[in-house]
């Protein structure tokens, strides 16, 4: 499947409706314009790819509503050649906005069938980014320190080991709650030990689970 005038009109379409609902950094919405949410869901689902909702894809996991996708990323306020970390890459859509607008991603996906269609959904589009299949709760201090680190699963609280991975003045956003429903948590890393938090609405997310998932 390639990226047509028809998914291209669609995209144009779906960054309107972005706007009015109070999407207004205009680097997010760019790097959602350029990037082909399409190629990350099956074929047969064209029709989906552009209404502002979440949609299934394998592995019992979401590909998330762009409107989310928009807000988390809009919250870590990305400059080019930041370092991202991103826990739960699932169809690599989220990787992909934020390689498009310049920053060095790492990605820890914990079901190998996905962290395998995600890393060819990016190379076939030309996008550098570092997959690890691992569990999220670890992150990758190796890396680290980072600029941001974005979590795309429902956590209860926030891991102190990925808060320890943040740069002093990184930032982390992630969905904090049950299973049923999330508050978006930012968090900025204000010194040693020292963190600052604020709420940016509600949601519902897949749970951030541990341990890996094989194929069978």
Same mark, same amino acid.
């Given at each position: ?14 960054? !309107? +409706?972005?706007?009015? %609902?109070?999407? =207004?950094? *205009? ?9 082909? /949410?399409? @190629? ?58 934020? !390689? +498009?607008?310049?920053? %060095?991603?790492? =990605?820890? *996906? ?9 890393? /060819?959904? @990016? ?68 010194? *040693? ?24």
């Amino acid at each position: 499947m390639t990226d047509d005038f028809e998914a291209r009109g669609k995209r144009k379409k779906l960054i !309107a +409706e972005l706007r009015k %609902k109070g999407i =207004t950094d *205009e680097e997010v919405l760019r790097a959602m314009d350029t990037v082909p /949410r399409h @190629l990350f869901m099956d074929p047969a689902f064209l029709i989906h790819a552009y209404v502002d909702k979440a949609f299934p894809i394998s592995s019992g996991q979401t590909i998330s509503q762009p409107y989310t996708v928009a807000v988390q990323t809009a919250l870590l306020e990305v400059k080019r050649r930041d370092k991202i970390l991103e826990i739960g890459t699932g169809s690599g859509y989220q990787a992909a906005v934020l !390689a +498009e607008m310049g920053a %060095k991603v790492y =990605t820890i *996906e914990r079901h190998r069938e996905l962290y395998r269609k995600a890393r /060819r959904s @990016l190379a076939e589009l030309g996008y550098e980014v570092e997959f690890f299949f691992g569990d999220g709760y670890a992150g990758k201090p190796q890396y680290g320190p980072y600029d941001g680190i974005i979590i795309t699963a429902a956590t209860r609280e926030i891991p102190d080991n990925l808060l320890r991975q943040l740069k002093t003045g990184g930032k982390l956003v992630a969905p904090v709650g049950d299973v049923s429903s999330q508050v978006m948590t930012l968090v900025r890393r204000s010194g *040693e030990g020292s963190f600052e938090y604020s709420a940016h609405g509600k949601y519902v997310f897949v749970p951030m689970l541990r341990g890996i998932v094989k194929e069978k």
